[in-house]
């Protein structure tokens, strides 16, 4: 073991400049000299360039991947303008590790000797030595300082620390030796009796809100929640209580696994914990150096799909609700386990920050009031697929960090590992993997009637929905009004003194007009035909929240969250309500309103014919119909022989404003002159359509 | 005979209000009344009803339309907002006369009664009575005054008591009855032997600037010309000069017909002119109401086809270049013969509106200087394809009175024949029909060996070129300033002091920036890949002017004229050329520039690289580049990996702007930080492209 406490993350709010100048340096020093120590296992040349798992690159990559990733934020971060080696810094630039995507490219690669990789190392730590020495420094360091490339190097460094250390234990042993300063524990003995703690119910706050350290992006914003009571087990699975699942064909009984995870052990051929090793009638466990006799006291190390596959078994067995903890379970575990942070200046009373181990160790010895192993010896499985927070915002130096992740396929695990360091030891750490993975990873299991909530988190990137999310409810630009949102109020003007009950939004797309009216009006239904633009709106009521990606130029995108909180429409969240429908032809049911709304709608339609001789059905006397449209008949929305103006009738121009004004003439009045509203549709970064509708606000006179 | 002559079209600039107001009402009246007396001539119900020809209406539409024509136009002026009877509009709104299209929609007419029209025309002459009484009458009267539409009315129906005429004449006999009111000249005698008469050269001067009557939108706007000397015959071509021609085997001589009147003659199966009818071994004449012996000294009626056939057998026969004038050298005609318009107070020297006969009568008649029928007897063919003249414009009133015919196959003709009067009848008028249709047509043949200008007159309609030639050449929307323009500016002030001889404007599309940058440089070359875009620019190199349609709503249209000269860029033309070409593979001798101009380009090319690598190639030391583009990179043009930004490498962002760097830099320095310039294309009067292009300055350093 290491004597010296390994750094803990620097504090970015306080203390001198000098000094963190000096803390940085040593921080950045430590967690090199610390990572190089690690490749110190591996046994010979071979080591280096084999590969420990088919979808992974071989560890030569990874030695190299820290340095080329340091110099490429420099670069981005416009702090340096050279780069150390073009060739080395493409070969390096792309890991596919558990943070990344699940296929690697078969390119034939031809990495460079461990003394070439090892001198661009040295080169790169002079190169940010020197900037570590040079750059001004003032306190807080934020996201916009020039510290913060540097600062997301070294953790980004530690989280490979960790990654690289599951590929050393996956490696073949014939490639490994042992090093003194990656010694595993040697205490183990019998399976601990697991019991259940009641957890009383309690508010939990998240997100990393003046929070004085590093965070990766998905850590920041705010999210908090009333957990009811429930029940967790006092320990971490261990390998001995996992031994009854195996043992009792848990890894055969399809009905114990959930689809997704079915599909993967049978991909998988798995029928044991990843780490175990049958050797002769015995289990033995494969550690990062060497295979020791089973300690059925540690914790076991699985995947998500086992995890919840043994839950779902000990469900079965104990007739109780059983899962794994929710993120925001596992933060109510952790409050009320009573736990601070790792203090700089004394060890961990928890297995992380390899303060004791280069291993997990007894689930019994790091006590957490009722509770152990609140946090370290292994990560710990949830329930919760990782999303953004409220008022969630990408890095702009690393904006491929996690917005990948939110796709409902990557679950949070919490706690850290004995090999979790820095960022990664922290509560407000949030790491999230596709759920077949595995790194030093086990479970506690709860009981709780609670369900689990999939928050939003998809981040919607369809060209169309994306634009129109935009639209609705992003920016402006040119000046240009929020075009939902001005028609909304011009209709709501156009009603003065009338009855405000119900309003129709035809035609509502992404619907911020159904909530716009929803301010005035007691109820208002938002029916479009795209069942998709329709999915917008409903998930804006259901969460208050939308996620897209707006393209920027090419393939690249920026990532945009919008919340109904934001838009001061959350109070009016109850008063809407979507449904797909065809204005053509809507349901009986869709009547008596006291406003229609037909917002960009009439030169889409089959046939607006039909719509504008029967919308009059549909609102109450004296009730308020507004038209906007630009007009642009094509035909492909609209057969020729439906346009209701926009080409010569007996020789003269019939406009569609003749056309709405002898076919709205029967049942309406025009109320107001037809007037010109602008709006603007994103597309790019640079390119956008920039239309007029033509507004016609009608009264139903019979 | 009518006694007292038949009503002139009034001046429109002077006189006393109320006197005009009565002028105008009896000019109604007379017009109505004498339109009225020609169907007089029909002979019983069936005459009505019956086409007589396959591709007209029966003259019961004809009879009505000209009412109807009044109702439309008052609507559409706001003048009056009830209909009198929306079914006869309807039915009487559309013919297919010959100033419109030669195709004729056969839906089965259930046509009123002939009381029942002639109700409707006595009330349509209430209601403009009603207004002729009580509008307010100031003078001038001009395009926008609310007595156009009244007068457009009655010119319009002038001209159908022409065209109705016609249709009398091309009647069954069976169906018409002689009619004192339409009583031909009796008068004929031996074919007059014709002769050349030598015209001087002169300039003329069209065009209705200043002109006190009420003009047709063609006839308005300048156009002037030198006409070199040329000869003339002295009298239009009579039946018995044609007659030669028929016997001579002129119907049958494929050899003499253009490849047009070929095709027309073949699907016609004519042998000799319309009005011509062979009985017995003898030829006779069908007028009107009646037939006579053939009349030898009366012009021939023929259409252009037939016409020009007949000068190229005179050509063939004397040798001399013999064609049909142009419409300037027929203006020539009318200035030598020292004609005037026909006078208020006293009957026409011309066989014109009327004054005479209802026929045409001896070509020996009426003198004019040394030429006979300079204008009236039959209207004159002549070369020329009603083109626009400079600073046409649309009348909003009746948009397409024209503009169809602006199509390079319809020939105007002039002078007037016996029946055209009021507007017709000016030197100003200006018809155009299909070349193959018949009227009191004919014509005189010139000898002159100056070419025939074919003057732009074609709408280019097509969406794409449309859109370009305004973007390039017409307004501007949301005050954005003309792109191409500003462009050309930008590179013009990055030149300071740089030599200026020869610049490239490579994507020049429509060749707005060509002639901005020829303001500076002593020569400049366009270059698209699209020649349909080149198009644009040479006709405008060439002719001035570029003709085009917006779209402005649905099928609807409006017309654009634009001239170099309105966009100061006249003086220009001579340094400019346009080419076909490719930027990616550009032929060796486009090189020696002292600027570059690549405007939108590079993320249309199908390879930027190749066309970045080797732009330095075509520059002059020292020489700059300009590049604007949105980087809206789309695989339908540059397949994905000829990007050269736009995606992510290596993991991180590179932006185009990355790679322009990475690739120019070889041969290049940027020499101005990167900005954005706007820029609008119009798509319909409510929908524009509104995108940002990023503008870098480069100088070539090697």
Known sequence: MTTALFNRTPLLTEGNPELKRREIRDYFHTTQDRYEQLFETLKNDEAWYRKPIPLRHPLIFYYGHTATFFINKLVLAGLIDQRINPRFESMFAIGVDEMSWDDLNEANYDWPTVSEVRAYRAEMRRMVDGLIESLPLTLPIG???????????????????????????????????????????????????????????????????????????????????????????????????????????????????????????????????????????????????????????????????????????????????????????????????????????????????????????????????ELFDAVGNV??????????????????????FTTPTFDDRHNLFKGGAWVSCGNEALKSARYAFRRHFFQHAGFRYVVSDAPVTVHASHYETDKLLSEYAEFHYGDTYFDVPNFPKALSELAINAMHGRPARKALDLGCAAGRATFELAKHFEHVTGIDFSARFIGLGVQLAEQGVLHYTLADEGELVFYQERRLAGLGLDDVRGKVEFW??????????????????????????????????????????????????????????????????????????????????????AHFRLIEDPFEMPFVIRETRRKFQHTLSEVTIWEKTG
Chains 1, 2 share one sequence.
């Open 379 to 400: 990560w710990q499985w949830t329930e919760t697929p990782i999303y953004p927070f409220e008022s969630f915002k990408v890095h702009p130096l690393y904006d491929d």
């Open 580 to 665: 797909q429908g065809d204005a053509c032809n809507l349901k009986p049911h869709f009547t008596g309103y006291d406003l229609i709304l037909a917002a960009n709608l009439i030169d889409r339609l089959y046939s607006p014919k039909k719509f504008l001789a029967t919308v009059h059905e549909r609102l109450n006397p004296g009730g308020i119909l507004l038209i906007a449209s630009p007009y642009t008949w094509l035909t492909e929305h609209t057969p020729r022989e439906e346009w209701i103006g926009g080409f010569k009738q007996a020789g003269e121009n019939l406009t569609t404003l003749d056309g709405l004004k002898a076919i709205l003439g």
């Open 143 to 369: 996201w916009g300082s020039s510290w913060w490339p540097i600062l997301m190097g070294i953790e980004h460094e530690r989280i490979h620390l960790e990654t690289s250390s599951v590929l050393i234990r996956q490696h073949d042993l014939k490639y490994i030796q042992p090093h003194p300063a990656w010694q595993p524990c040697r205490k183990s003995g019998e399976t601990p009796k697991n019991t259940l703690v009641n957890i009383p119910s309690g508010r939990v706050k998240l997100g990393k809100q003046g929070d004085p350290t590093y965070g990766w992006d998905n850590e920041y914003g705010r999210h908090e929640a009333d957990v009811p009571a429930f029940q967790a087990a006092r320990h971490l699975t261990s390998n001995g209580e996992f031994l009854a699942f195996v043992e009792n064909g848990g890894y055969a009984d399809d009905t114990l696994w959930e689809e997704e995870g079915r599909a993967w052990k049978e991909f998988a051929k798995t029928q044991h914990p990843t780490f175990w090793v049958r050797e002769g009638g015995a289990w033995k466990l494969r550690l990062m150096t060497e295979e020791v006799a089973m300690p059925w006291d540690w914790p076991v190390e699985v995947n998500y799909h086992e995890a919840k596959a043994f839950c779902n078994w000990k469900q079965r067995e104990t007739g109780l609700p059983t899962r794994l903890p929710t993120e925001d379970q596992w933060v109510r575990l952790y409050d009320f386990a009573g736990l601070r942070e790792v203090p700089h200046d004394q060890p961990a009373n928890a297995n992380l920050h390899l303060d004791h181990y280069a291993s997990s160790c007894p689930v019994t010895e790091f006590r957490h009031g």
